[in-house]
């Protein structure tokens, strides 16, 4: 009765509509089938690593309980969320550093072919020097002190933003920039709004991977120079031999990468990308 | 209001191992006030590198463009459109705010700028579409939002390279029509380029006919014909003949 009536209220067959209307429930489907995979290969990798640990001592590998244990006391401590905040506070001011040096160089590299010529190389080189290279540098420099684990961040992460916003200049439209100029824009105006705007995907793809690498690196330099933090707590950690609490300190960054990938990058985007998103077919 | 005025107009584009390549030679004439003025001519014989001097996109070797008796190029400007073969849109903006767009160069009030937005799009009849992006629009709206775009900023000249040469004849003779309007009602001097001899003759009140190698003047033609033109006339079917044999 109510397909009838359903048939009968659009009895022009709109194809069009009925296209999106399949592609949504197969994309539905697709993700419960997705959420249903991820689901058994974390419950096999538990089942796997319990397996595993029953037969070698609690050092080389704690048991998936004993994991669980310890991330409930550990998460119970007034120095966890201590750690987490020095930690990330690291990790964003450094971040935050290298999107707003990264893009400006960018920029100006791409909006003028000679400076971009010029810069290169230097871009090249800062690319290829090991993270541990300049948190040993940054030792020397700055010493024990919070300038040394940001400037290692900031070290990572710049030129991985500066490259992209750099490779996203390329794709700015020659024809836009002539017709700002048929309106006498001034050359101010013009990056602002039509660079900017073109870079912004690439500005995104490259502050996405700036900031993975960052919060990685912040380790490496705390655990070499710093007397706080989650890389500071791991060495302890490993110097006492507690695999438990280095397991537990892993799961802690893990979740919460997974959760600015999904409760802050993710949700920007999509927002700021709204007629990307419809242009697609 | 303001007449265009060229004269002597030459250009060459330099060559990596030849001599430089004489794109124009002494080109001179004058778009009326409140006229509609096309240069036709083949293709290869700089109808566009001529739009392009009278834009100031390109500057010329020898030779001036005077607009409003004022030498182009100077500091009192003279507002000036430029409607190119693509609609050039800013995808990520709004048909509104591409209509807009010209508006930012100078400082203008919001009130203000919201006004001539509106008045605009319904002046191209896409009051409905303003929050449209341009990918959702079809070709011939999104040459409005263009054709809107260059009319927000209030002109006194409009420039256009082949603007309409990729829609279809249906939407091309609307948009003609809605551009005749327009400009007749806004008293803008139009100067558009095309190599569709009828386009011209339906469109101009003086043709001027370029020839190759070096780009010349082959001929400068009144068509005082009363409007609407209609191609299927007699009188515009032999002006279209005629010009035919010139090009």
Known sequence: MTRTNHTSAMHVPDPQRRAIQARRTASVAALKQSIFNRVMLAALVVVLWYLASRNVPAFVLPSPERVAATWIRLVSLPSFWEDLTVTLSRVLAGFALAAVVGSVLGLIMGFDRRIGDFLEPVVIVINTVSSVIWAIFALIWFGLSEGTTIFVVFMTSMPLILTNVWKGTQQVDPGLVELARTFRMSRSKILLKIYLPTIMPEFFSGARLAFGFGARVVLIAETLGSTSGIGYRLRQAADLVQTDQVFAWTITLVALMLTVEFAVLKPIEARLFVWRRLAAP | ?247
């Open chain 2, 1 to 247: 209001m303001s007449n265009v005025a060229l004269s002597g107009i030459s250009k060459w584009f330099p060559c990596k191992l030849d001599a430089p390549l004489h794109v124009l030679s002494d080109i001179g004439f004058e778009a009326q006030d409140g006229r509609i003025l096309a240069i036709i001519g083949a293709s290869g014989c700089g109808k566009s590198t001529l739009l392009n001097i009278i834009a100031g996109l390109t500057p010329a070797d020898q030779g001036h463009v005077a607009i409003g008796g004022v030498p182009a190029g100077g500091d009192a400007v003279v507002p000036l459109s430029v409607m190119f073969q693509e609609d050039r849109l800013l995808p990520w903006r709004s048909a509104a705010r591409n209509v807009g767009f010209g508006l930012e160069a100078a400082p203008i009030t919001v009130t203000e700028k919201t006004r001539r937005i509106r008045d605009a799009l319904d002046m191209v009849g896409l009051s409905d579409f303003a929050e449209a992006f341009p990918h959702e629009l079809s070709g011939g709206m999104r040459s409005r939002v263009a054709l809107a775009r260059s009319l927000a900023t209030r002109p006194e000249v409009l420039l256009m390279d082949e603007p309409f040469s990729k829609l279809d004849p249906g939407t091309r003779t609307q948009i003609h029509g809605e551009v005749l309007r327009i400009a007749a009602a806004h008293a803008v001097t139009v100067i558009f380029v095309t190599h569709d001899v009828e386009e011209a003759v339906v469109l101009a009140d003086r043709i001027v006919v370029l020839q190759p190698r070096p780009g010349t003047i082959r001929e400068v033609v009144e068509i005082d014909l009363p409007r609407p033109r209609d191609v299927l006339t007699l009188k515009v079917t032999e002006a279209v003949r005629s010009l035919r044999a010139l090009l």
